[in-house]
């Protein structure tokens, strides 16, 4: 446990961040599973859709560090691919 009282407030602040970090990152993959199961259906205009939350969603997750801005990148390059094979 921490002794100072700047160590009990970075504990606290570190707890809020770390329970906002998870909910962002639960909705990431709620709106992957989505839009994966959307393109597995074919349904395309809808699939879109999804892409573009997502997208913002992943541009907004690594500018606040919550993801790296590789990954970032990445998971939009791919989601992207496969919407264009279908």
């Not at 570190?14 to 393109?39: C, D, M, P, Q």
């Amino acid at each position: 446990m921490p002794i100072k009282k700047s160590a009990f407030k970075e504990l606290r602040k570190a707890k809020k961040r770390h329970l906002r970090n998870i909910g962002a990152i639960s909705e990431l993959k709620t709106l992957n599973k989505k839009f994966l199961a959307l393109v597995d259906e074919k349904k395309v205009e809808q699939a879109k859709k999804i892409l573009n939350q997502l997208s913002s969603k992943l541009d907004k997750a690594s500018s606040k560090k919550i993801i790296h801005k590789n990954k970032a990148w990445r998971k939009k390059s791919r989601l992207m691919r496969k919407l264009t094979k279908v």
